[in-house]
């Protein structure tokens, strides 16, 4: 598979993180695929063509352009025919902050991007469908995007947005204890607030970031040792880690290096 990212205009910096593209070179209609959403803290926009290939979860047929909230668990999604897909990766917060969702409602689930649209517009899928390059498609979405913020100011959630920064930067090493003291919450008002701002407790955000540290490290070859690699992810020891890895994977991380190839930073193909 081909993948390439895209940057976002600089008035979509802060609720985009990068467009991408991700295609297969060669593809029959019958040709199939599975492929597994890993969690990775953020949430995000697929459109795939329906001509192209169809992507099928629980054996339902998934919208063409769809908008995903925050995975805690691995997901297996069968494509038949090619896989040409335009994404977004958005920030962690940007449920909230850019589409004024309680982001806690589509944790693990996802909503057809057409009932977010303006009605006096016509559908996002059918703008996409009736363009032909990735340049094209980009503008639309984006122009998609524009259209929330001028509705949507920033920074009306300013102490989630600090408190997860703060889980992002430190690869979820950051004691969560001091960032509720520090930003005078009660544990249950910092839990409740951080949910509706990213979906996921901060306690499952923190342990996501760790997580998504130690892949990156496992698939660019970063260590000698599985327990090198778990303590350099500040779990406690490799069992720990081994744990952790079957939670947002579904497999342990000798499994994954035998059986998934990386497609992205949420998304692996299993070998069937």
Known sequence: MDFQTFPPSEILRPYVRYFYR?????????DQKMLRTIADGCPGIIFQEDSKGKLVRDQKVLPSVFLFGQSTKPSDIL??????TLGVCLHPNALNSLFGLNAELLTDSCLELDELSPKNQSFV???????????????????????????????????????MNKMM?????????MLQQELFFTERSFERKFKQYVGITPKLFSRIC?????????????????????YESNYADQSH???????????????YRKRSTELAENLSELTL
């Open 22 to 30: 991700l295609e297969t070179k060669v593809g029959l209609p019958c």
């Open 79 to 84: 494509l038949t025919g090619s896989f040409d």
């Open 125 to 163: 899928s059918e703008r996409l469908n009736h363009t032909h390059s990735t340049a094209e498609k980009i503008e639309v979405l984006s122009h998609f995007l524009l259209g929330k913020i001028k509705h949507r100011p920033l920074g009306s959630q300013s102490e989630m947005q600090f408190a």
């Open 169 to 177: 930067c430190s690869n979820g090493a950051v004691s969560l204890k």
């Open 210 to 230: 760790r997580f998504q540290s130690s892949l990156k490290q496992l698939n660019n070859h970063q260590f000698d040792k599985l327990s090198d690699l778990a």
């Open 241 to 255: 880690f081994i744990r952790s890895f079957k939670e947002f994977t579904g497999l342990s991380p000798h499994q």
